[in-house]
């Protein structure tokens, strides 16, 4: 059974950064794409940042500028590292892995930006 684990999260003051971290439970080129969602309050579940096999990434508009994702294949592990937060960026930031058409979570970690 595929599990990600997230850590990373807490309580961050607007204008910082931090850097999320999911490791997979098996080697992480045997998905398509690995990365990261996010889920605020009231909303529907939203793109962070994805990585393909291929290592072409794709952003949410309001990240490019901000967020980076990286994966080592050794570790097996998917980290996003957003600067200059935001108090808009609060939400639960969930992992995220697709192999074909099957779709694999973990179980969250929360990021609050607030002063």
């Known amino acids: 059974q595929v599990q990600l684990v997230e850590s990373g999260g807490g309580l961050v003051q607007p204008g910082e950064w931090l850097r999320l971290s999911c490791v997979v439970s098996?080697?992480?080129?045997?998905?398509?794409?690995v990365g990261w969602y996010r889920q605020a309050p009231g909303k529907e579940r939203e793109l962070v940042a994805t990585?393909?096999?291929?290592?072409?990434?794709d952003y949410a508009d309001s990240l490019t500028d901000r967020a980076t994702i990286f994966r080592d294949g050794l570790s097996n592990t998917v980290d996003v590292q957003v600067i200059k937060l935001r108090p808009e960026d609060t939400a639960v930031y969930y992992c995220?892995?697709?192999?074909?058409?099957?779709?694999?979570w973990g179980q969250g970690t929360q990021v609050t930006v607030s002063s």
């Open positions: 098996e080697n992480i080129f045997n998905f398509n794409v």
């Open positions: 995220y892995a697709r192999r074909l058409s099957t779709i694999y």
């Open positions: 990585i393909n096999v291929g290592g072409v990434t």
